[in-house]
T-cell receptor
Framework: QQQVKQSPQSLIVQKGGISIINCAYENTAFDYFPWYQQFPGKGPALLIAIRPDVSEKKEGRFTISFNKSAKQFSLHIMDSQPGDSATYFCAASPGNNRKLIWGLGTSLAVNP | DAGVTQSPTHLIKTRGQHVTLRCSPISGHKSVSWYQQVLGQGPQFIFQYYEKEERGRGNFPDRFSARQFPNYSSELNVNALLLGDSALYLC?????????????FGDGTRLSIL
């Protein structure tokens, strides 16, 4: 059973558009929600993370929106660029950070 | 500062062999975690170590083991390799094992089992 469900599996966006990736979780013990970006042949790189005491966090063009009651969180990439083309993973972990539970990933392609 | 470094970058083994993968964390980081990433999927947690002690273990068989050294580097060992062990093995380091410290990943070791 997938503890963190991520959608869509793949996404195509035009340059300058907004990319939106969604994740849902079931375990209410999760209290840390990071997003990672992974390029082919590279390890995941932390983009942005949020804790459930805030509903939104913005860093540059990247924004996390968090809905605690719905147990959902999403990543918004504003002004998407071809260099943003990568696989994006949402993840979640309980407070002791003993492990990250990952979504299956979203392959994003930004067309020039 | 150097990031997380893993060696080797690629490795080819045959079924039944064993393998040792190595990881050097970011300087000052005391926690190391290992993940397995099968092609097309998200990483799966294998182990976390902090101050040379195992702090977490994922749902992997006993063929998988790890340890952390006094300099905080770590090794992942896999015995009796199976075809299904073919994957990218990722190491991540963080300052500590608590307070949800961000985990920083290396580029992994690509393990292929023939």
């Amino acid at each position: 059973q997938q503890q963190v469900k991520q959608s869509p599996q793949s996404l195509i966006v035009q340059k300058g558009g907004i990319s939106i990736i969604n994740c849902a979780y079931e375990n209410t013990a999760f209290d840390y929600f990071p997003w990672y970006q992974q390029f082919p042949g590279k390890g995941p790189a932390l983009l942005i993370a949020i804790r459930p005491d805030v509903s939104e966090k913005k860093e540059g063009r990247f924004t996390i929106s968090f809905n605690k009651s719905a147990k959902q969180f999403s990543l918004h990439i504003m002004d998407s660029q071809p260099g943003d083309s990568a696989t994006y993973f949402c993840a979640a972990s309980p407070g002791n950070n003993r492990k990250l539970i990952w979504g299956l990933g979203t392959s994003l392609a930004v067309n020039p | 500062d150097a990031g997380v470094t893993q060696s080797p970058t690629h490795l080819i083994k045959t079924r039944g062999q064993h393998v040792t993968l190595r990881c050097s964390p970011i300087s000052g980081h005391k926690s190391v975690s290992w993940y397995q990433q099968v092609l097309g999927q998200g990483p799966q947690f294998i182990f976390q170590y902090y101050e040379k002690e195992e702090r977490g273990r994922g749902n992997f068989p006993d063929r998988f083991s790890a340890r952390q050294f006094p300099n905080y580097s770590s090794e992942l060992n896999v015995n009796a390799l199976l075809l299904g062990d073919s994957a990218l093995y990722l190491c991540a380091s963080s300052l500590s094992s608590t307070l949800n410290q961000p985990q920083h990943f290396g580029d992994g070791t690509r393990l292929s089992i023939l």
